[in-house]
């Protein structure tokens, strides 16, 4: 594995991170903005409900390839720790749920769907506001910190493009396929964290996350903390699920008040 010897794979701590809110992370976000709104101007032009899939699909794969190359990045240099190359992650299950939807039927399709199209933006916008993992701690040409982006990127991407082409998936029932996925992955790392000592889905500690009261919730209780997380995975997308069903619902009310008053 003579290519991870390139800077691009060079090991933790040998370069300085590009850090939170910093001028690389800063022009990493305008250039990840840049290149959504493109992809999804183009897309929205070319593309119909009917390629739905096949992008699916073709993103699935590419999110898993990067994946692979992650963790063989982990195991090169040693990182073995469990929490440090498993993909179990809230952003990790957009893998699997990108497979479940581009392949599953019945029930399974349903389960990748409603992450993609409730879970996609929030976990995606988060990271790249937030950048709590990778950028912390390599630089921002890093391949680790390049795929942070790209993955997070493609998570808002394919969500704009469900709700453009499917905004039926934004309702009640979606949200309740979407919880039952979440707790189930959340039950798993619950029960690995404990094992393993890990903090899988950074259930068990809060990390960097740039949030006081978090922080001291976590030093007086840290299983008020763990409550806490889970909650906020749970809320977040539920509260945008509600603003994108009072914007469409808003649309269609604006639309037919514009089409009755012509007439």
Sequence with gaps: MEFMQVP???PLHEYDAAGMFTLPHLVALFICVFALVIGLRVSFRYLSE????RV???IAWVVTLLELVKIGYKFYYGYTEIDSWLPLSFC???IYASFMSGYGKGVIKRLGESFIIIGGIVGGVSFLLMPTTSLMNYPIWHFLSLHSLIFHVLMIYLNVLYLRYVPELICLKSYGYFSAYFLGATMIC???NKYYEANLMIIQKPLRIPIAFVQDIYRYQPSLYTLLAITSYLLA???FMMGIKFF???RVVTKRQEETTSK
């Design 50 to 53: 009917n390629h739905l899939i």
């Design 237 to 239: 997308p539920a509260l």
């Design 56 to 58: 699916t699909r073709v």
């Design 248 to 250: 469409f619902t808003h």
């Design 190 to 192: 619950l029960i690995l």
């Design 92 to 94: 990790s299950l957009f």
């Design 8 to 10: 691009i794979f060079a």
